[in-house]
């Protein structure tokens, strides 16, 4: 098995597929305000890191010789773990800002 390409090419499409993702959730579905967003841009950001995973996995059954359907197979699945675990832990490690709060006005007893 070619083991460099395997990682490499999981590697860049995690990468590829958190970073679109987060992009397309940034500027199509954010900027709704609380509103419901469209079908297809939840599609998009959904079909982005699917696309992604899927070239590497083509990508790496073209580019070797022997065992093929078993390295794309393995590149899918470790692509796709990677980018799981990048759109799980990524706000959570990045650090989201905290909510301000303000003070509630005080109440008036009548």
Do not use: C, D, E
């Amino acid at each position: 098995m070619r083991w460099k390409l395997l990682i490499a090419a999981s590697l860049l499409a995690s990468a590829a597929s958190a970073g679109a993702f987060y992009a397309a959730w940034y500027f199509l579905l954010a900027p709704r305000g609380g509103r419901a967003a469209p079908l297809w841009a939840t599609a998009l950001s959904l079909l982005v890191p699917l696309g992604a995973v899927t070239f590497a996995a083509v990508f790496v059954y073209r580019h070797t010789a022997r065992r093929r359907q078993v390295q794309a197979a393995a590149t899918a699945l470790l692509a796709s773990l990677l980018t799981l675990a990048a759109l799980t832990l990524g706000p959570g490690l990045l650090g989201r800002p905290a909510p301000i709060l303000l003070p509630s006005p005080p109440t008036r007893n009548t």
